[in-house]
Every structure is written in structure tokens, then in C-alpha cells.
């Protein structure tokens, strides 16, 4: 060891990085809330199975992604959550960040697919970047809107939407072995 009086150059502060957003789990009316405020083409859910928040360093809402059971009957199989609502003020990667997140929570309760519906003409940089990979794409219905019913208006029926879905590794294996058996055994027919 030397005797060398210490420069300030040995002592530098460290830097601080930036405080990044958190995620956290918020009521149903802290969303829907937030959901009207920022989100105006479409209503509140119905229903949730939970709902996560994104938070500046400050504690202020940033984003919200609220998470429910699929509305189409056919994905309602009980292993399958869809992003019903996502809705943010802008900040960088706020999309994919609580989509990553929702992905985890869900995986964590059990569920092995999501999905979720984006309109072709808006950006989906954000789950690409989460890695959920397109389905398909329908085009515009009338759907509820029938003259027979008489609900209120959703927002999504006069545009083409696509549907995005993200699944578990139990989730393909399974689909793959389903795809392999014959539809004629698969609905205990037999040909003969």
C-alpha cells in the first residue's frame, strides 16, 4: 500500500440510473377509470380477472392493461385470458411492458394462451416487441349491432381487427398432438 493522499477521482459518485415505471395490481374501477380518461374509442369491461397498472417514479398511472375472460365463446376454454382493455399516456414501452407483464401473471395462474385484437390501421410495434405473433384477421361485422339486438355500440365492428395470441410451450404440444389425430376420432366417429 502506498501513502498517497486519495484524489477525488477514486471517490466519484455513483450514477443513478432512472428510476424505470413499475407494474402493479390495481382495482377494477382505478382502471376502468383510467380507461375512460385515455381510452376513448371503446367502453369499460363488463368484468376483469385482474388488472395491472404502470407507475412513473412518482407514483402517477401511466398505463393500464385489464385482463378478462375471452369474449368470443369458442376461446372460453379456461385456459385461455384475453387483454380486453390496454391503454397508456405514451411513455416508451409502456405497451409492451404490460403486455410482457400481464403475459406473466396470467401464466402464473394457470392459463397457457392469450389473446388479444388490434385494429389493422393502428401500430402494434408494442406486441411484436412482448412476442405475441398475428393469427388472423376479421373482417368488419356488424356483430351485436344486428337489427334484432338492440345493445350499445362497442367501437370495433366497422373495422378490420386482427387477433394476436401469445401460448405456453404445454399450449403448442398440445394443439400439435390435437392437430395429428383425425377429425373423425377426435368427435368419436368412426369412418366405417
Known amino acids: 500500500m502506498t501513502d498517497q493522499p486519495e484524489t477525488a477521482a477514486h ?5 443513478r440510473r432512472p428510476t424505470r415505471p413499475r407494474v ?3 382495482s377494477y374501477r382505478q382502471a ?3 380507461i375512460s380518461a385515455h381510452h376513448q374509442q371503446l367502453e369499460r369491461p363488463q368484468g376483469h380477472t385482474f388488472s ?3 407507475t412513473s417514479h412518482a407514483g402517477h398511472l401511466i398505463g ?4 378478462g375472460r375471452p369474449d368470443a365463446r369458442h376461446h372460453d ?5 384475453e387483454v380486453t382493455r390496454l391503454a397508456t399516456d405514451g411513455p416508451r414501452n409502456a ?6 407483464a400481464a403475459w406473466r401473471v396470467a401464466r402464473r395462474m394457470g392459463y397457457q394462451r392469450m389473446i388479444t385484437y388490434t385494429r389493422t390501421d393502428r401500430p402494434a410495434a408494442g406486441l411484436q416487441a412482448a ?3 398475428v393469427i388472423t384477421e376479421t373482417p368488419p361485422t356488424r356483430g351485436r349491432n344486428r337489427l334484432s339486438r338492440h345493445p350499445a355500440p362497442r367501437g370495433t365492428g366497422d373495422s378490420t381487427r386482427t387477433r394476436w395470441q401469445i401460448t405456453t410451450e404445454d399450449w403448442r404440444t398440445r394443439t400439435e398432438a390435437a392437430d395429428r389425430v383425425p377429425r373423425w376420432a377426435r368427435d368419436g366417429q368412426d369412418p366405417r
Open 24 to 26: 402493479r395490481p390495481i
Open 95 to 100: 405497451y409492451s411492458v404490460l403486455l410482457a
Open 11 to 15: 471517490h466519484r459518485p455513483p450514477r
Open 32 to 34: 376502468c377509470a383510467y
Open 64 to 67: 393500464v392493461a385489464m385482463v
Open 131 to 133: 412476442g405475441w405473433k
Open 77 to 81: 376454454d379456461g385456459l385461455t385470458a
Open 52 to 54: 395491472l397498472g404502470l
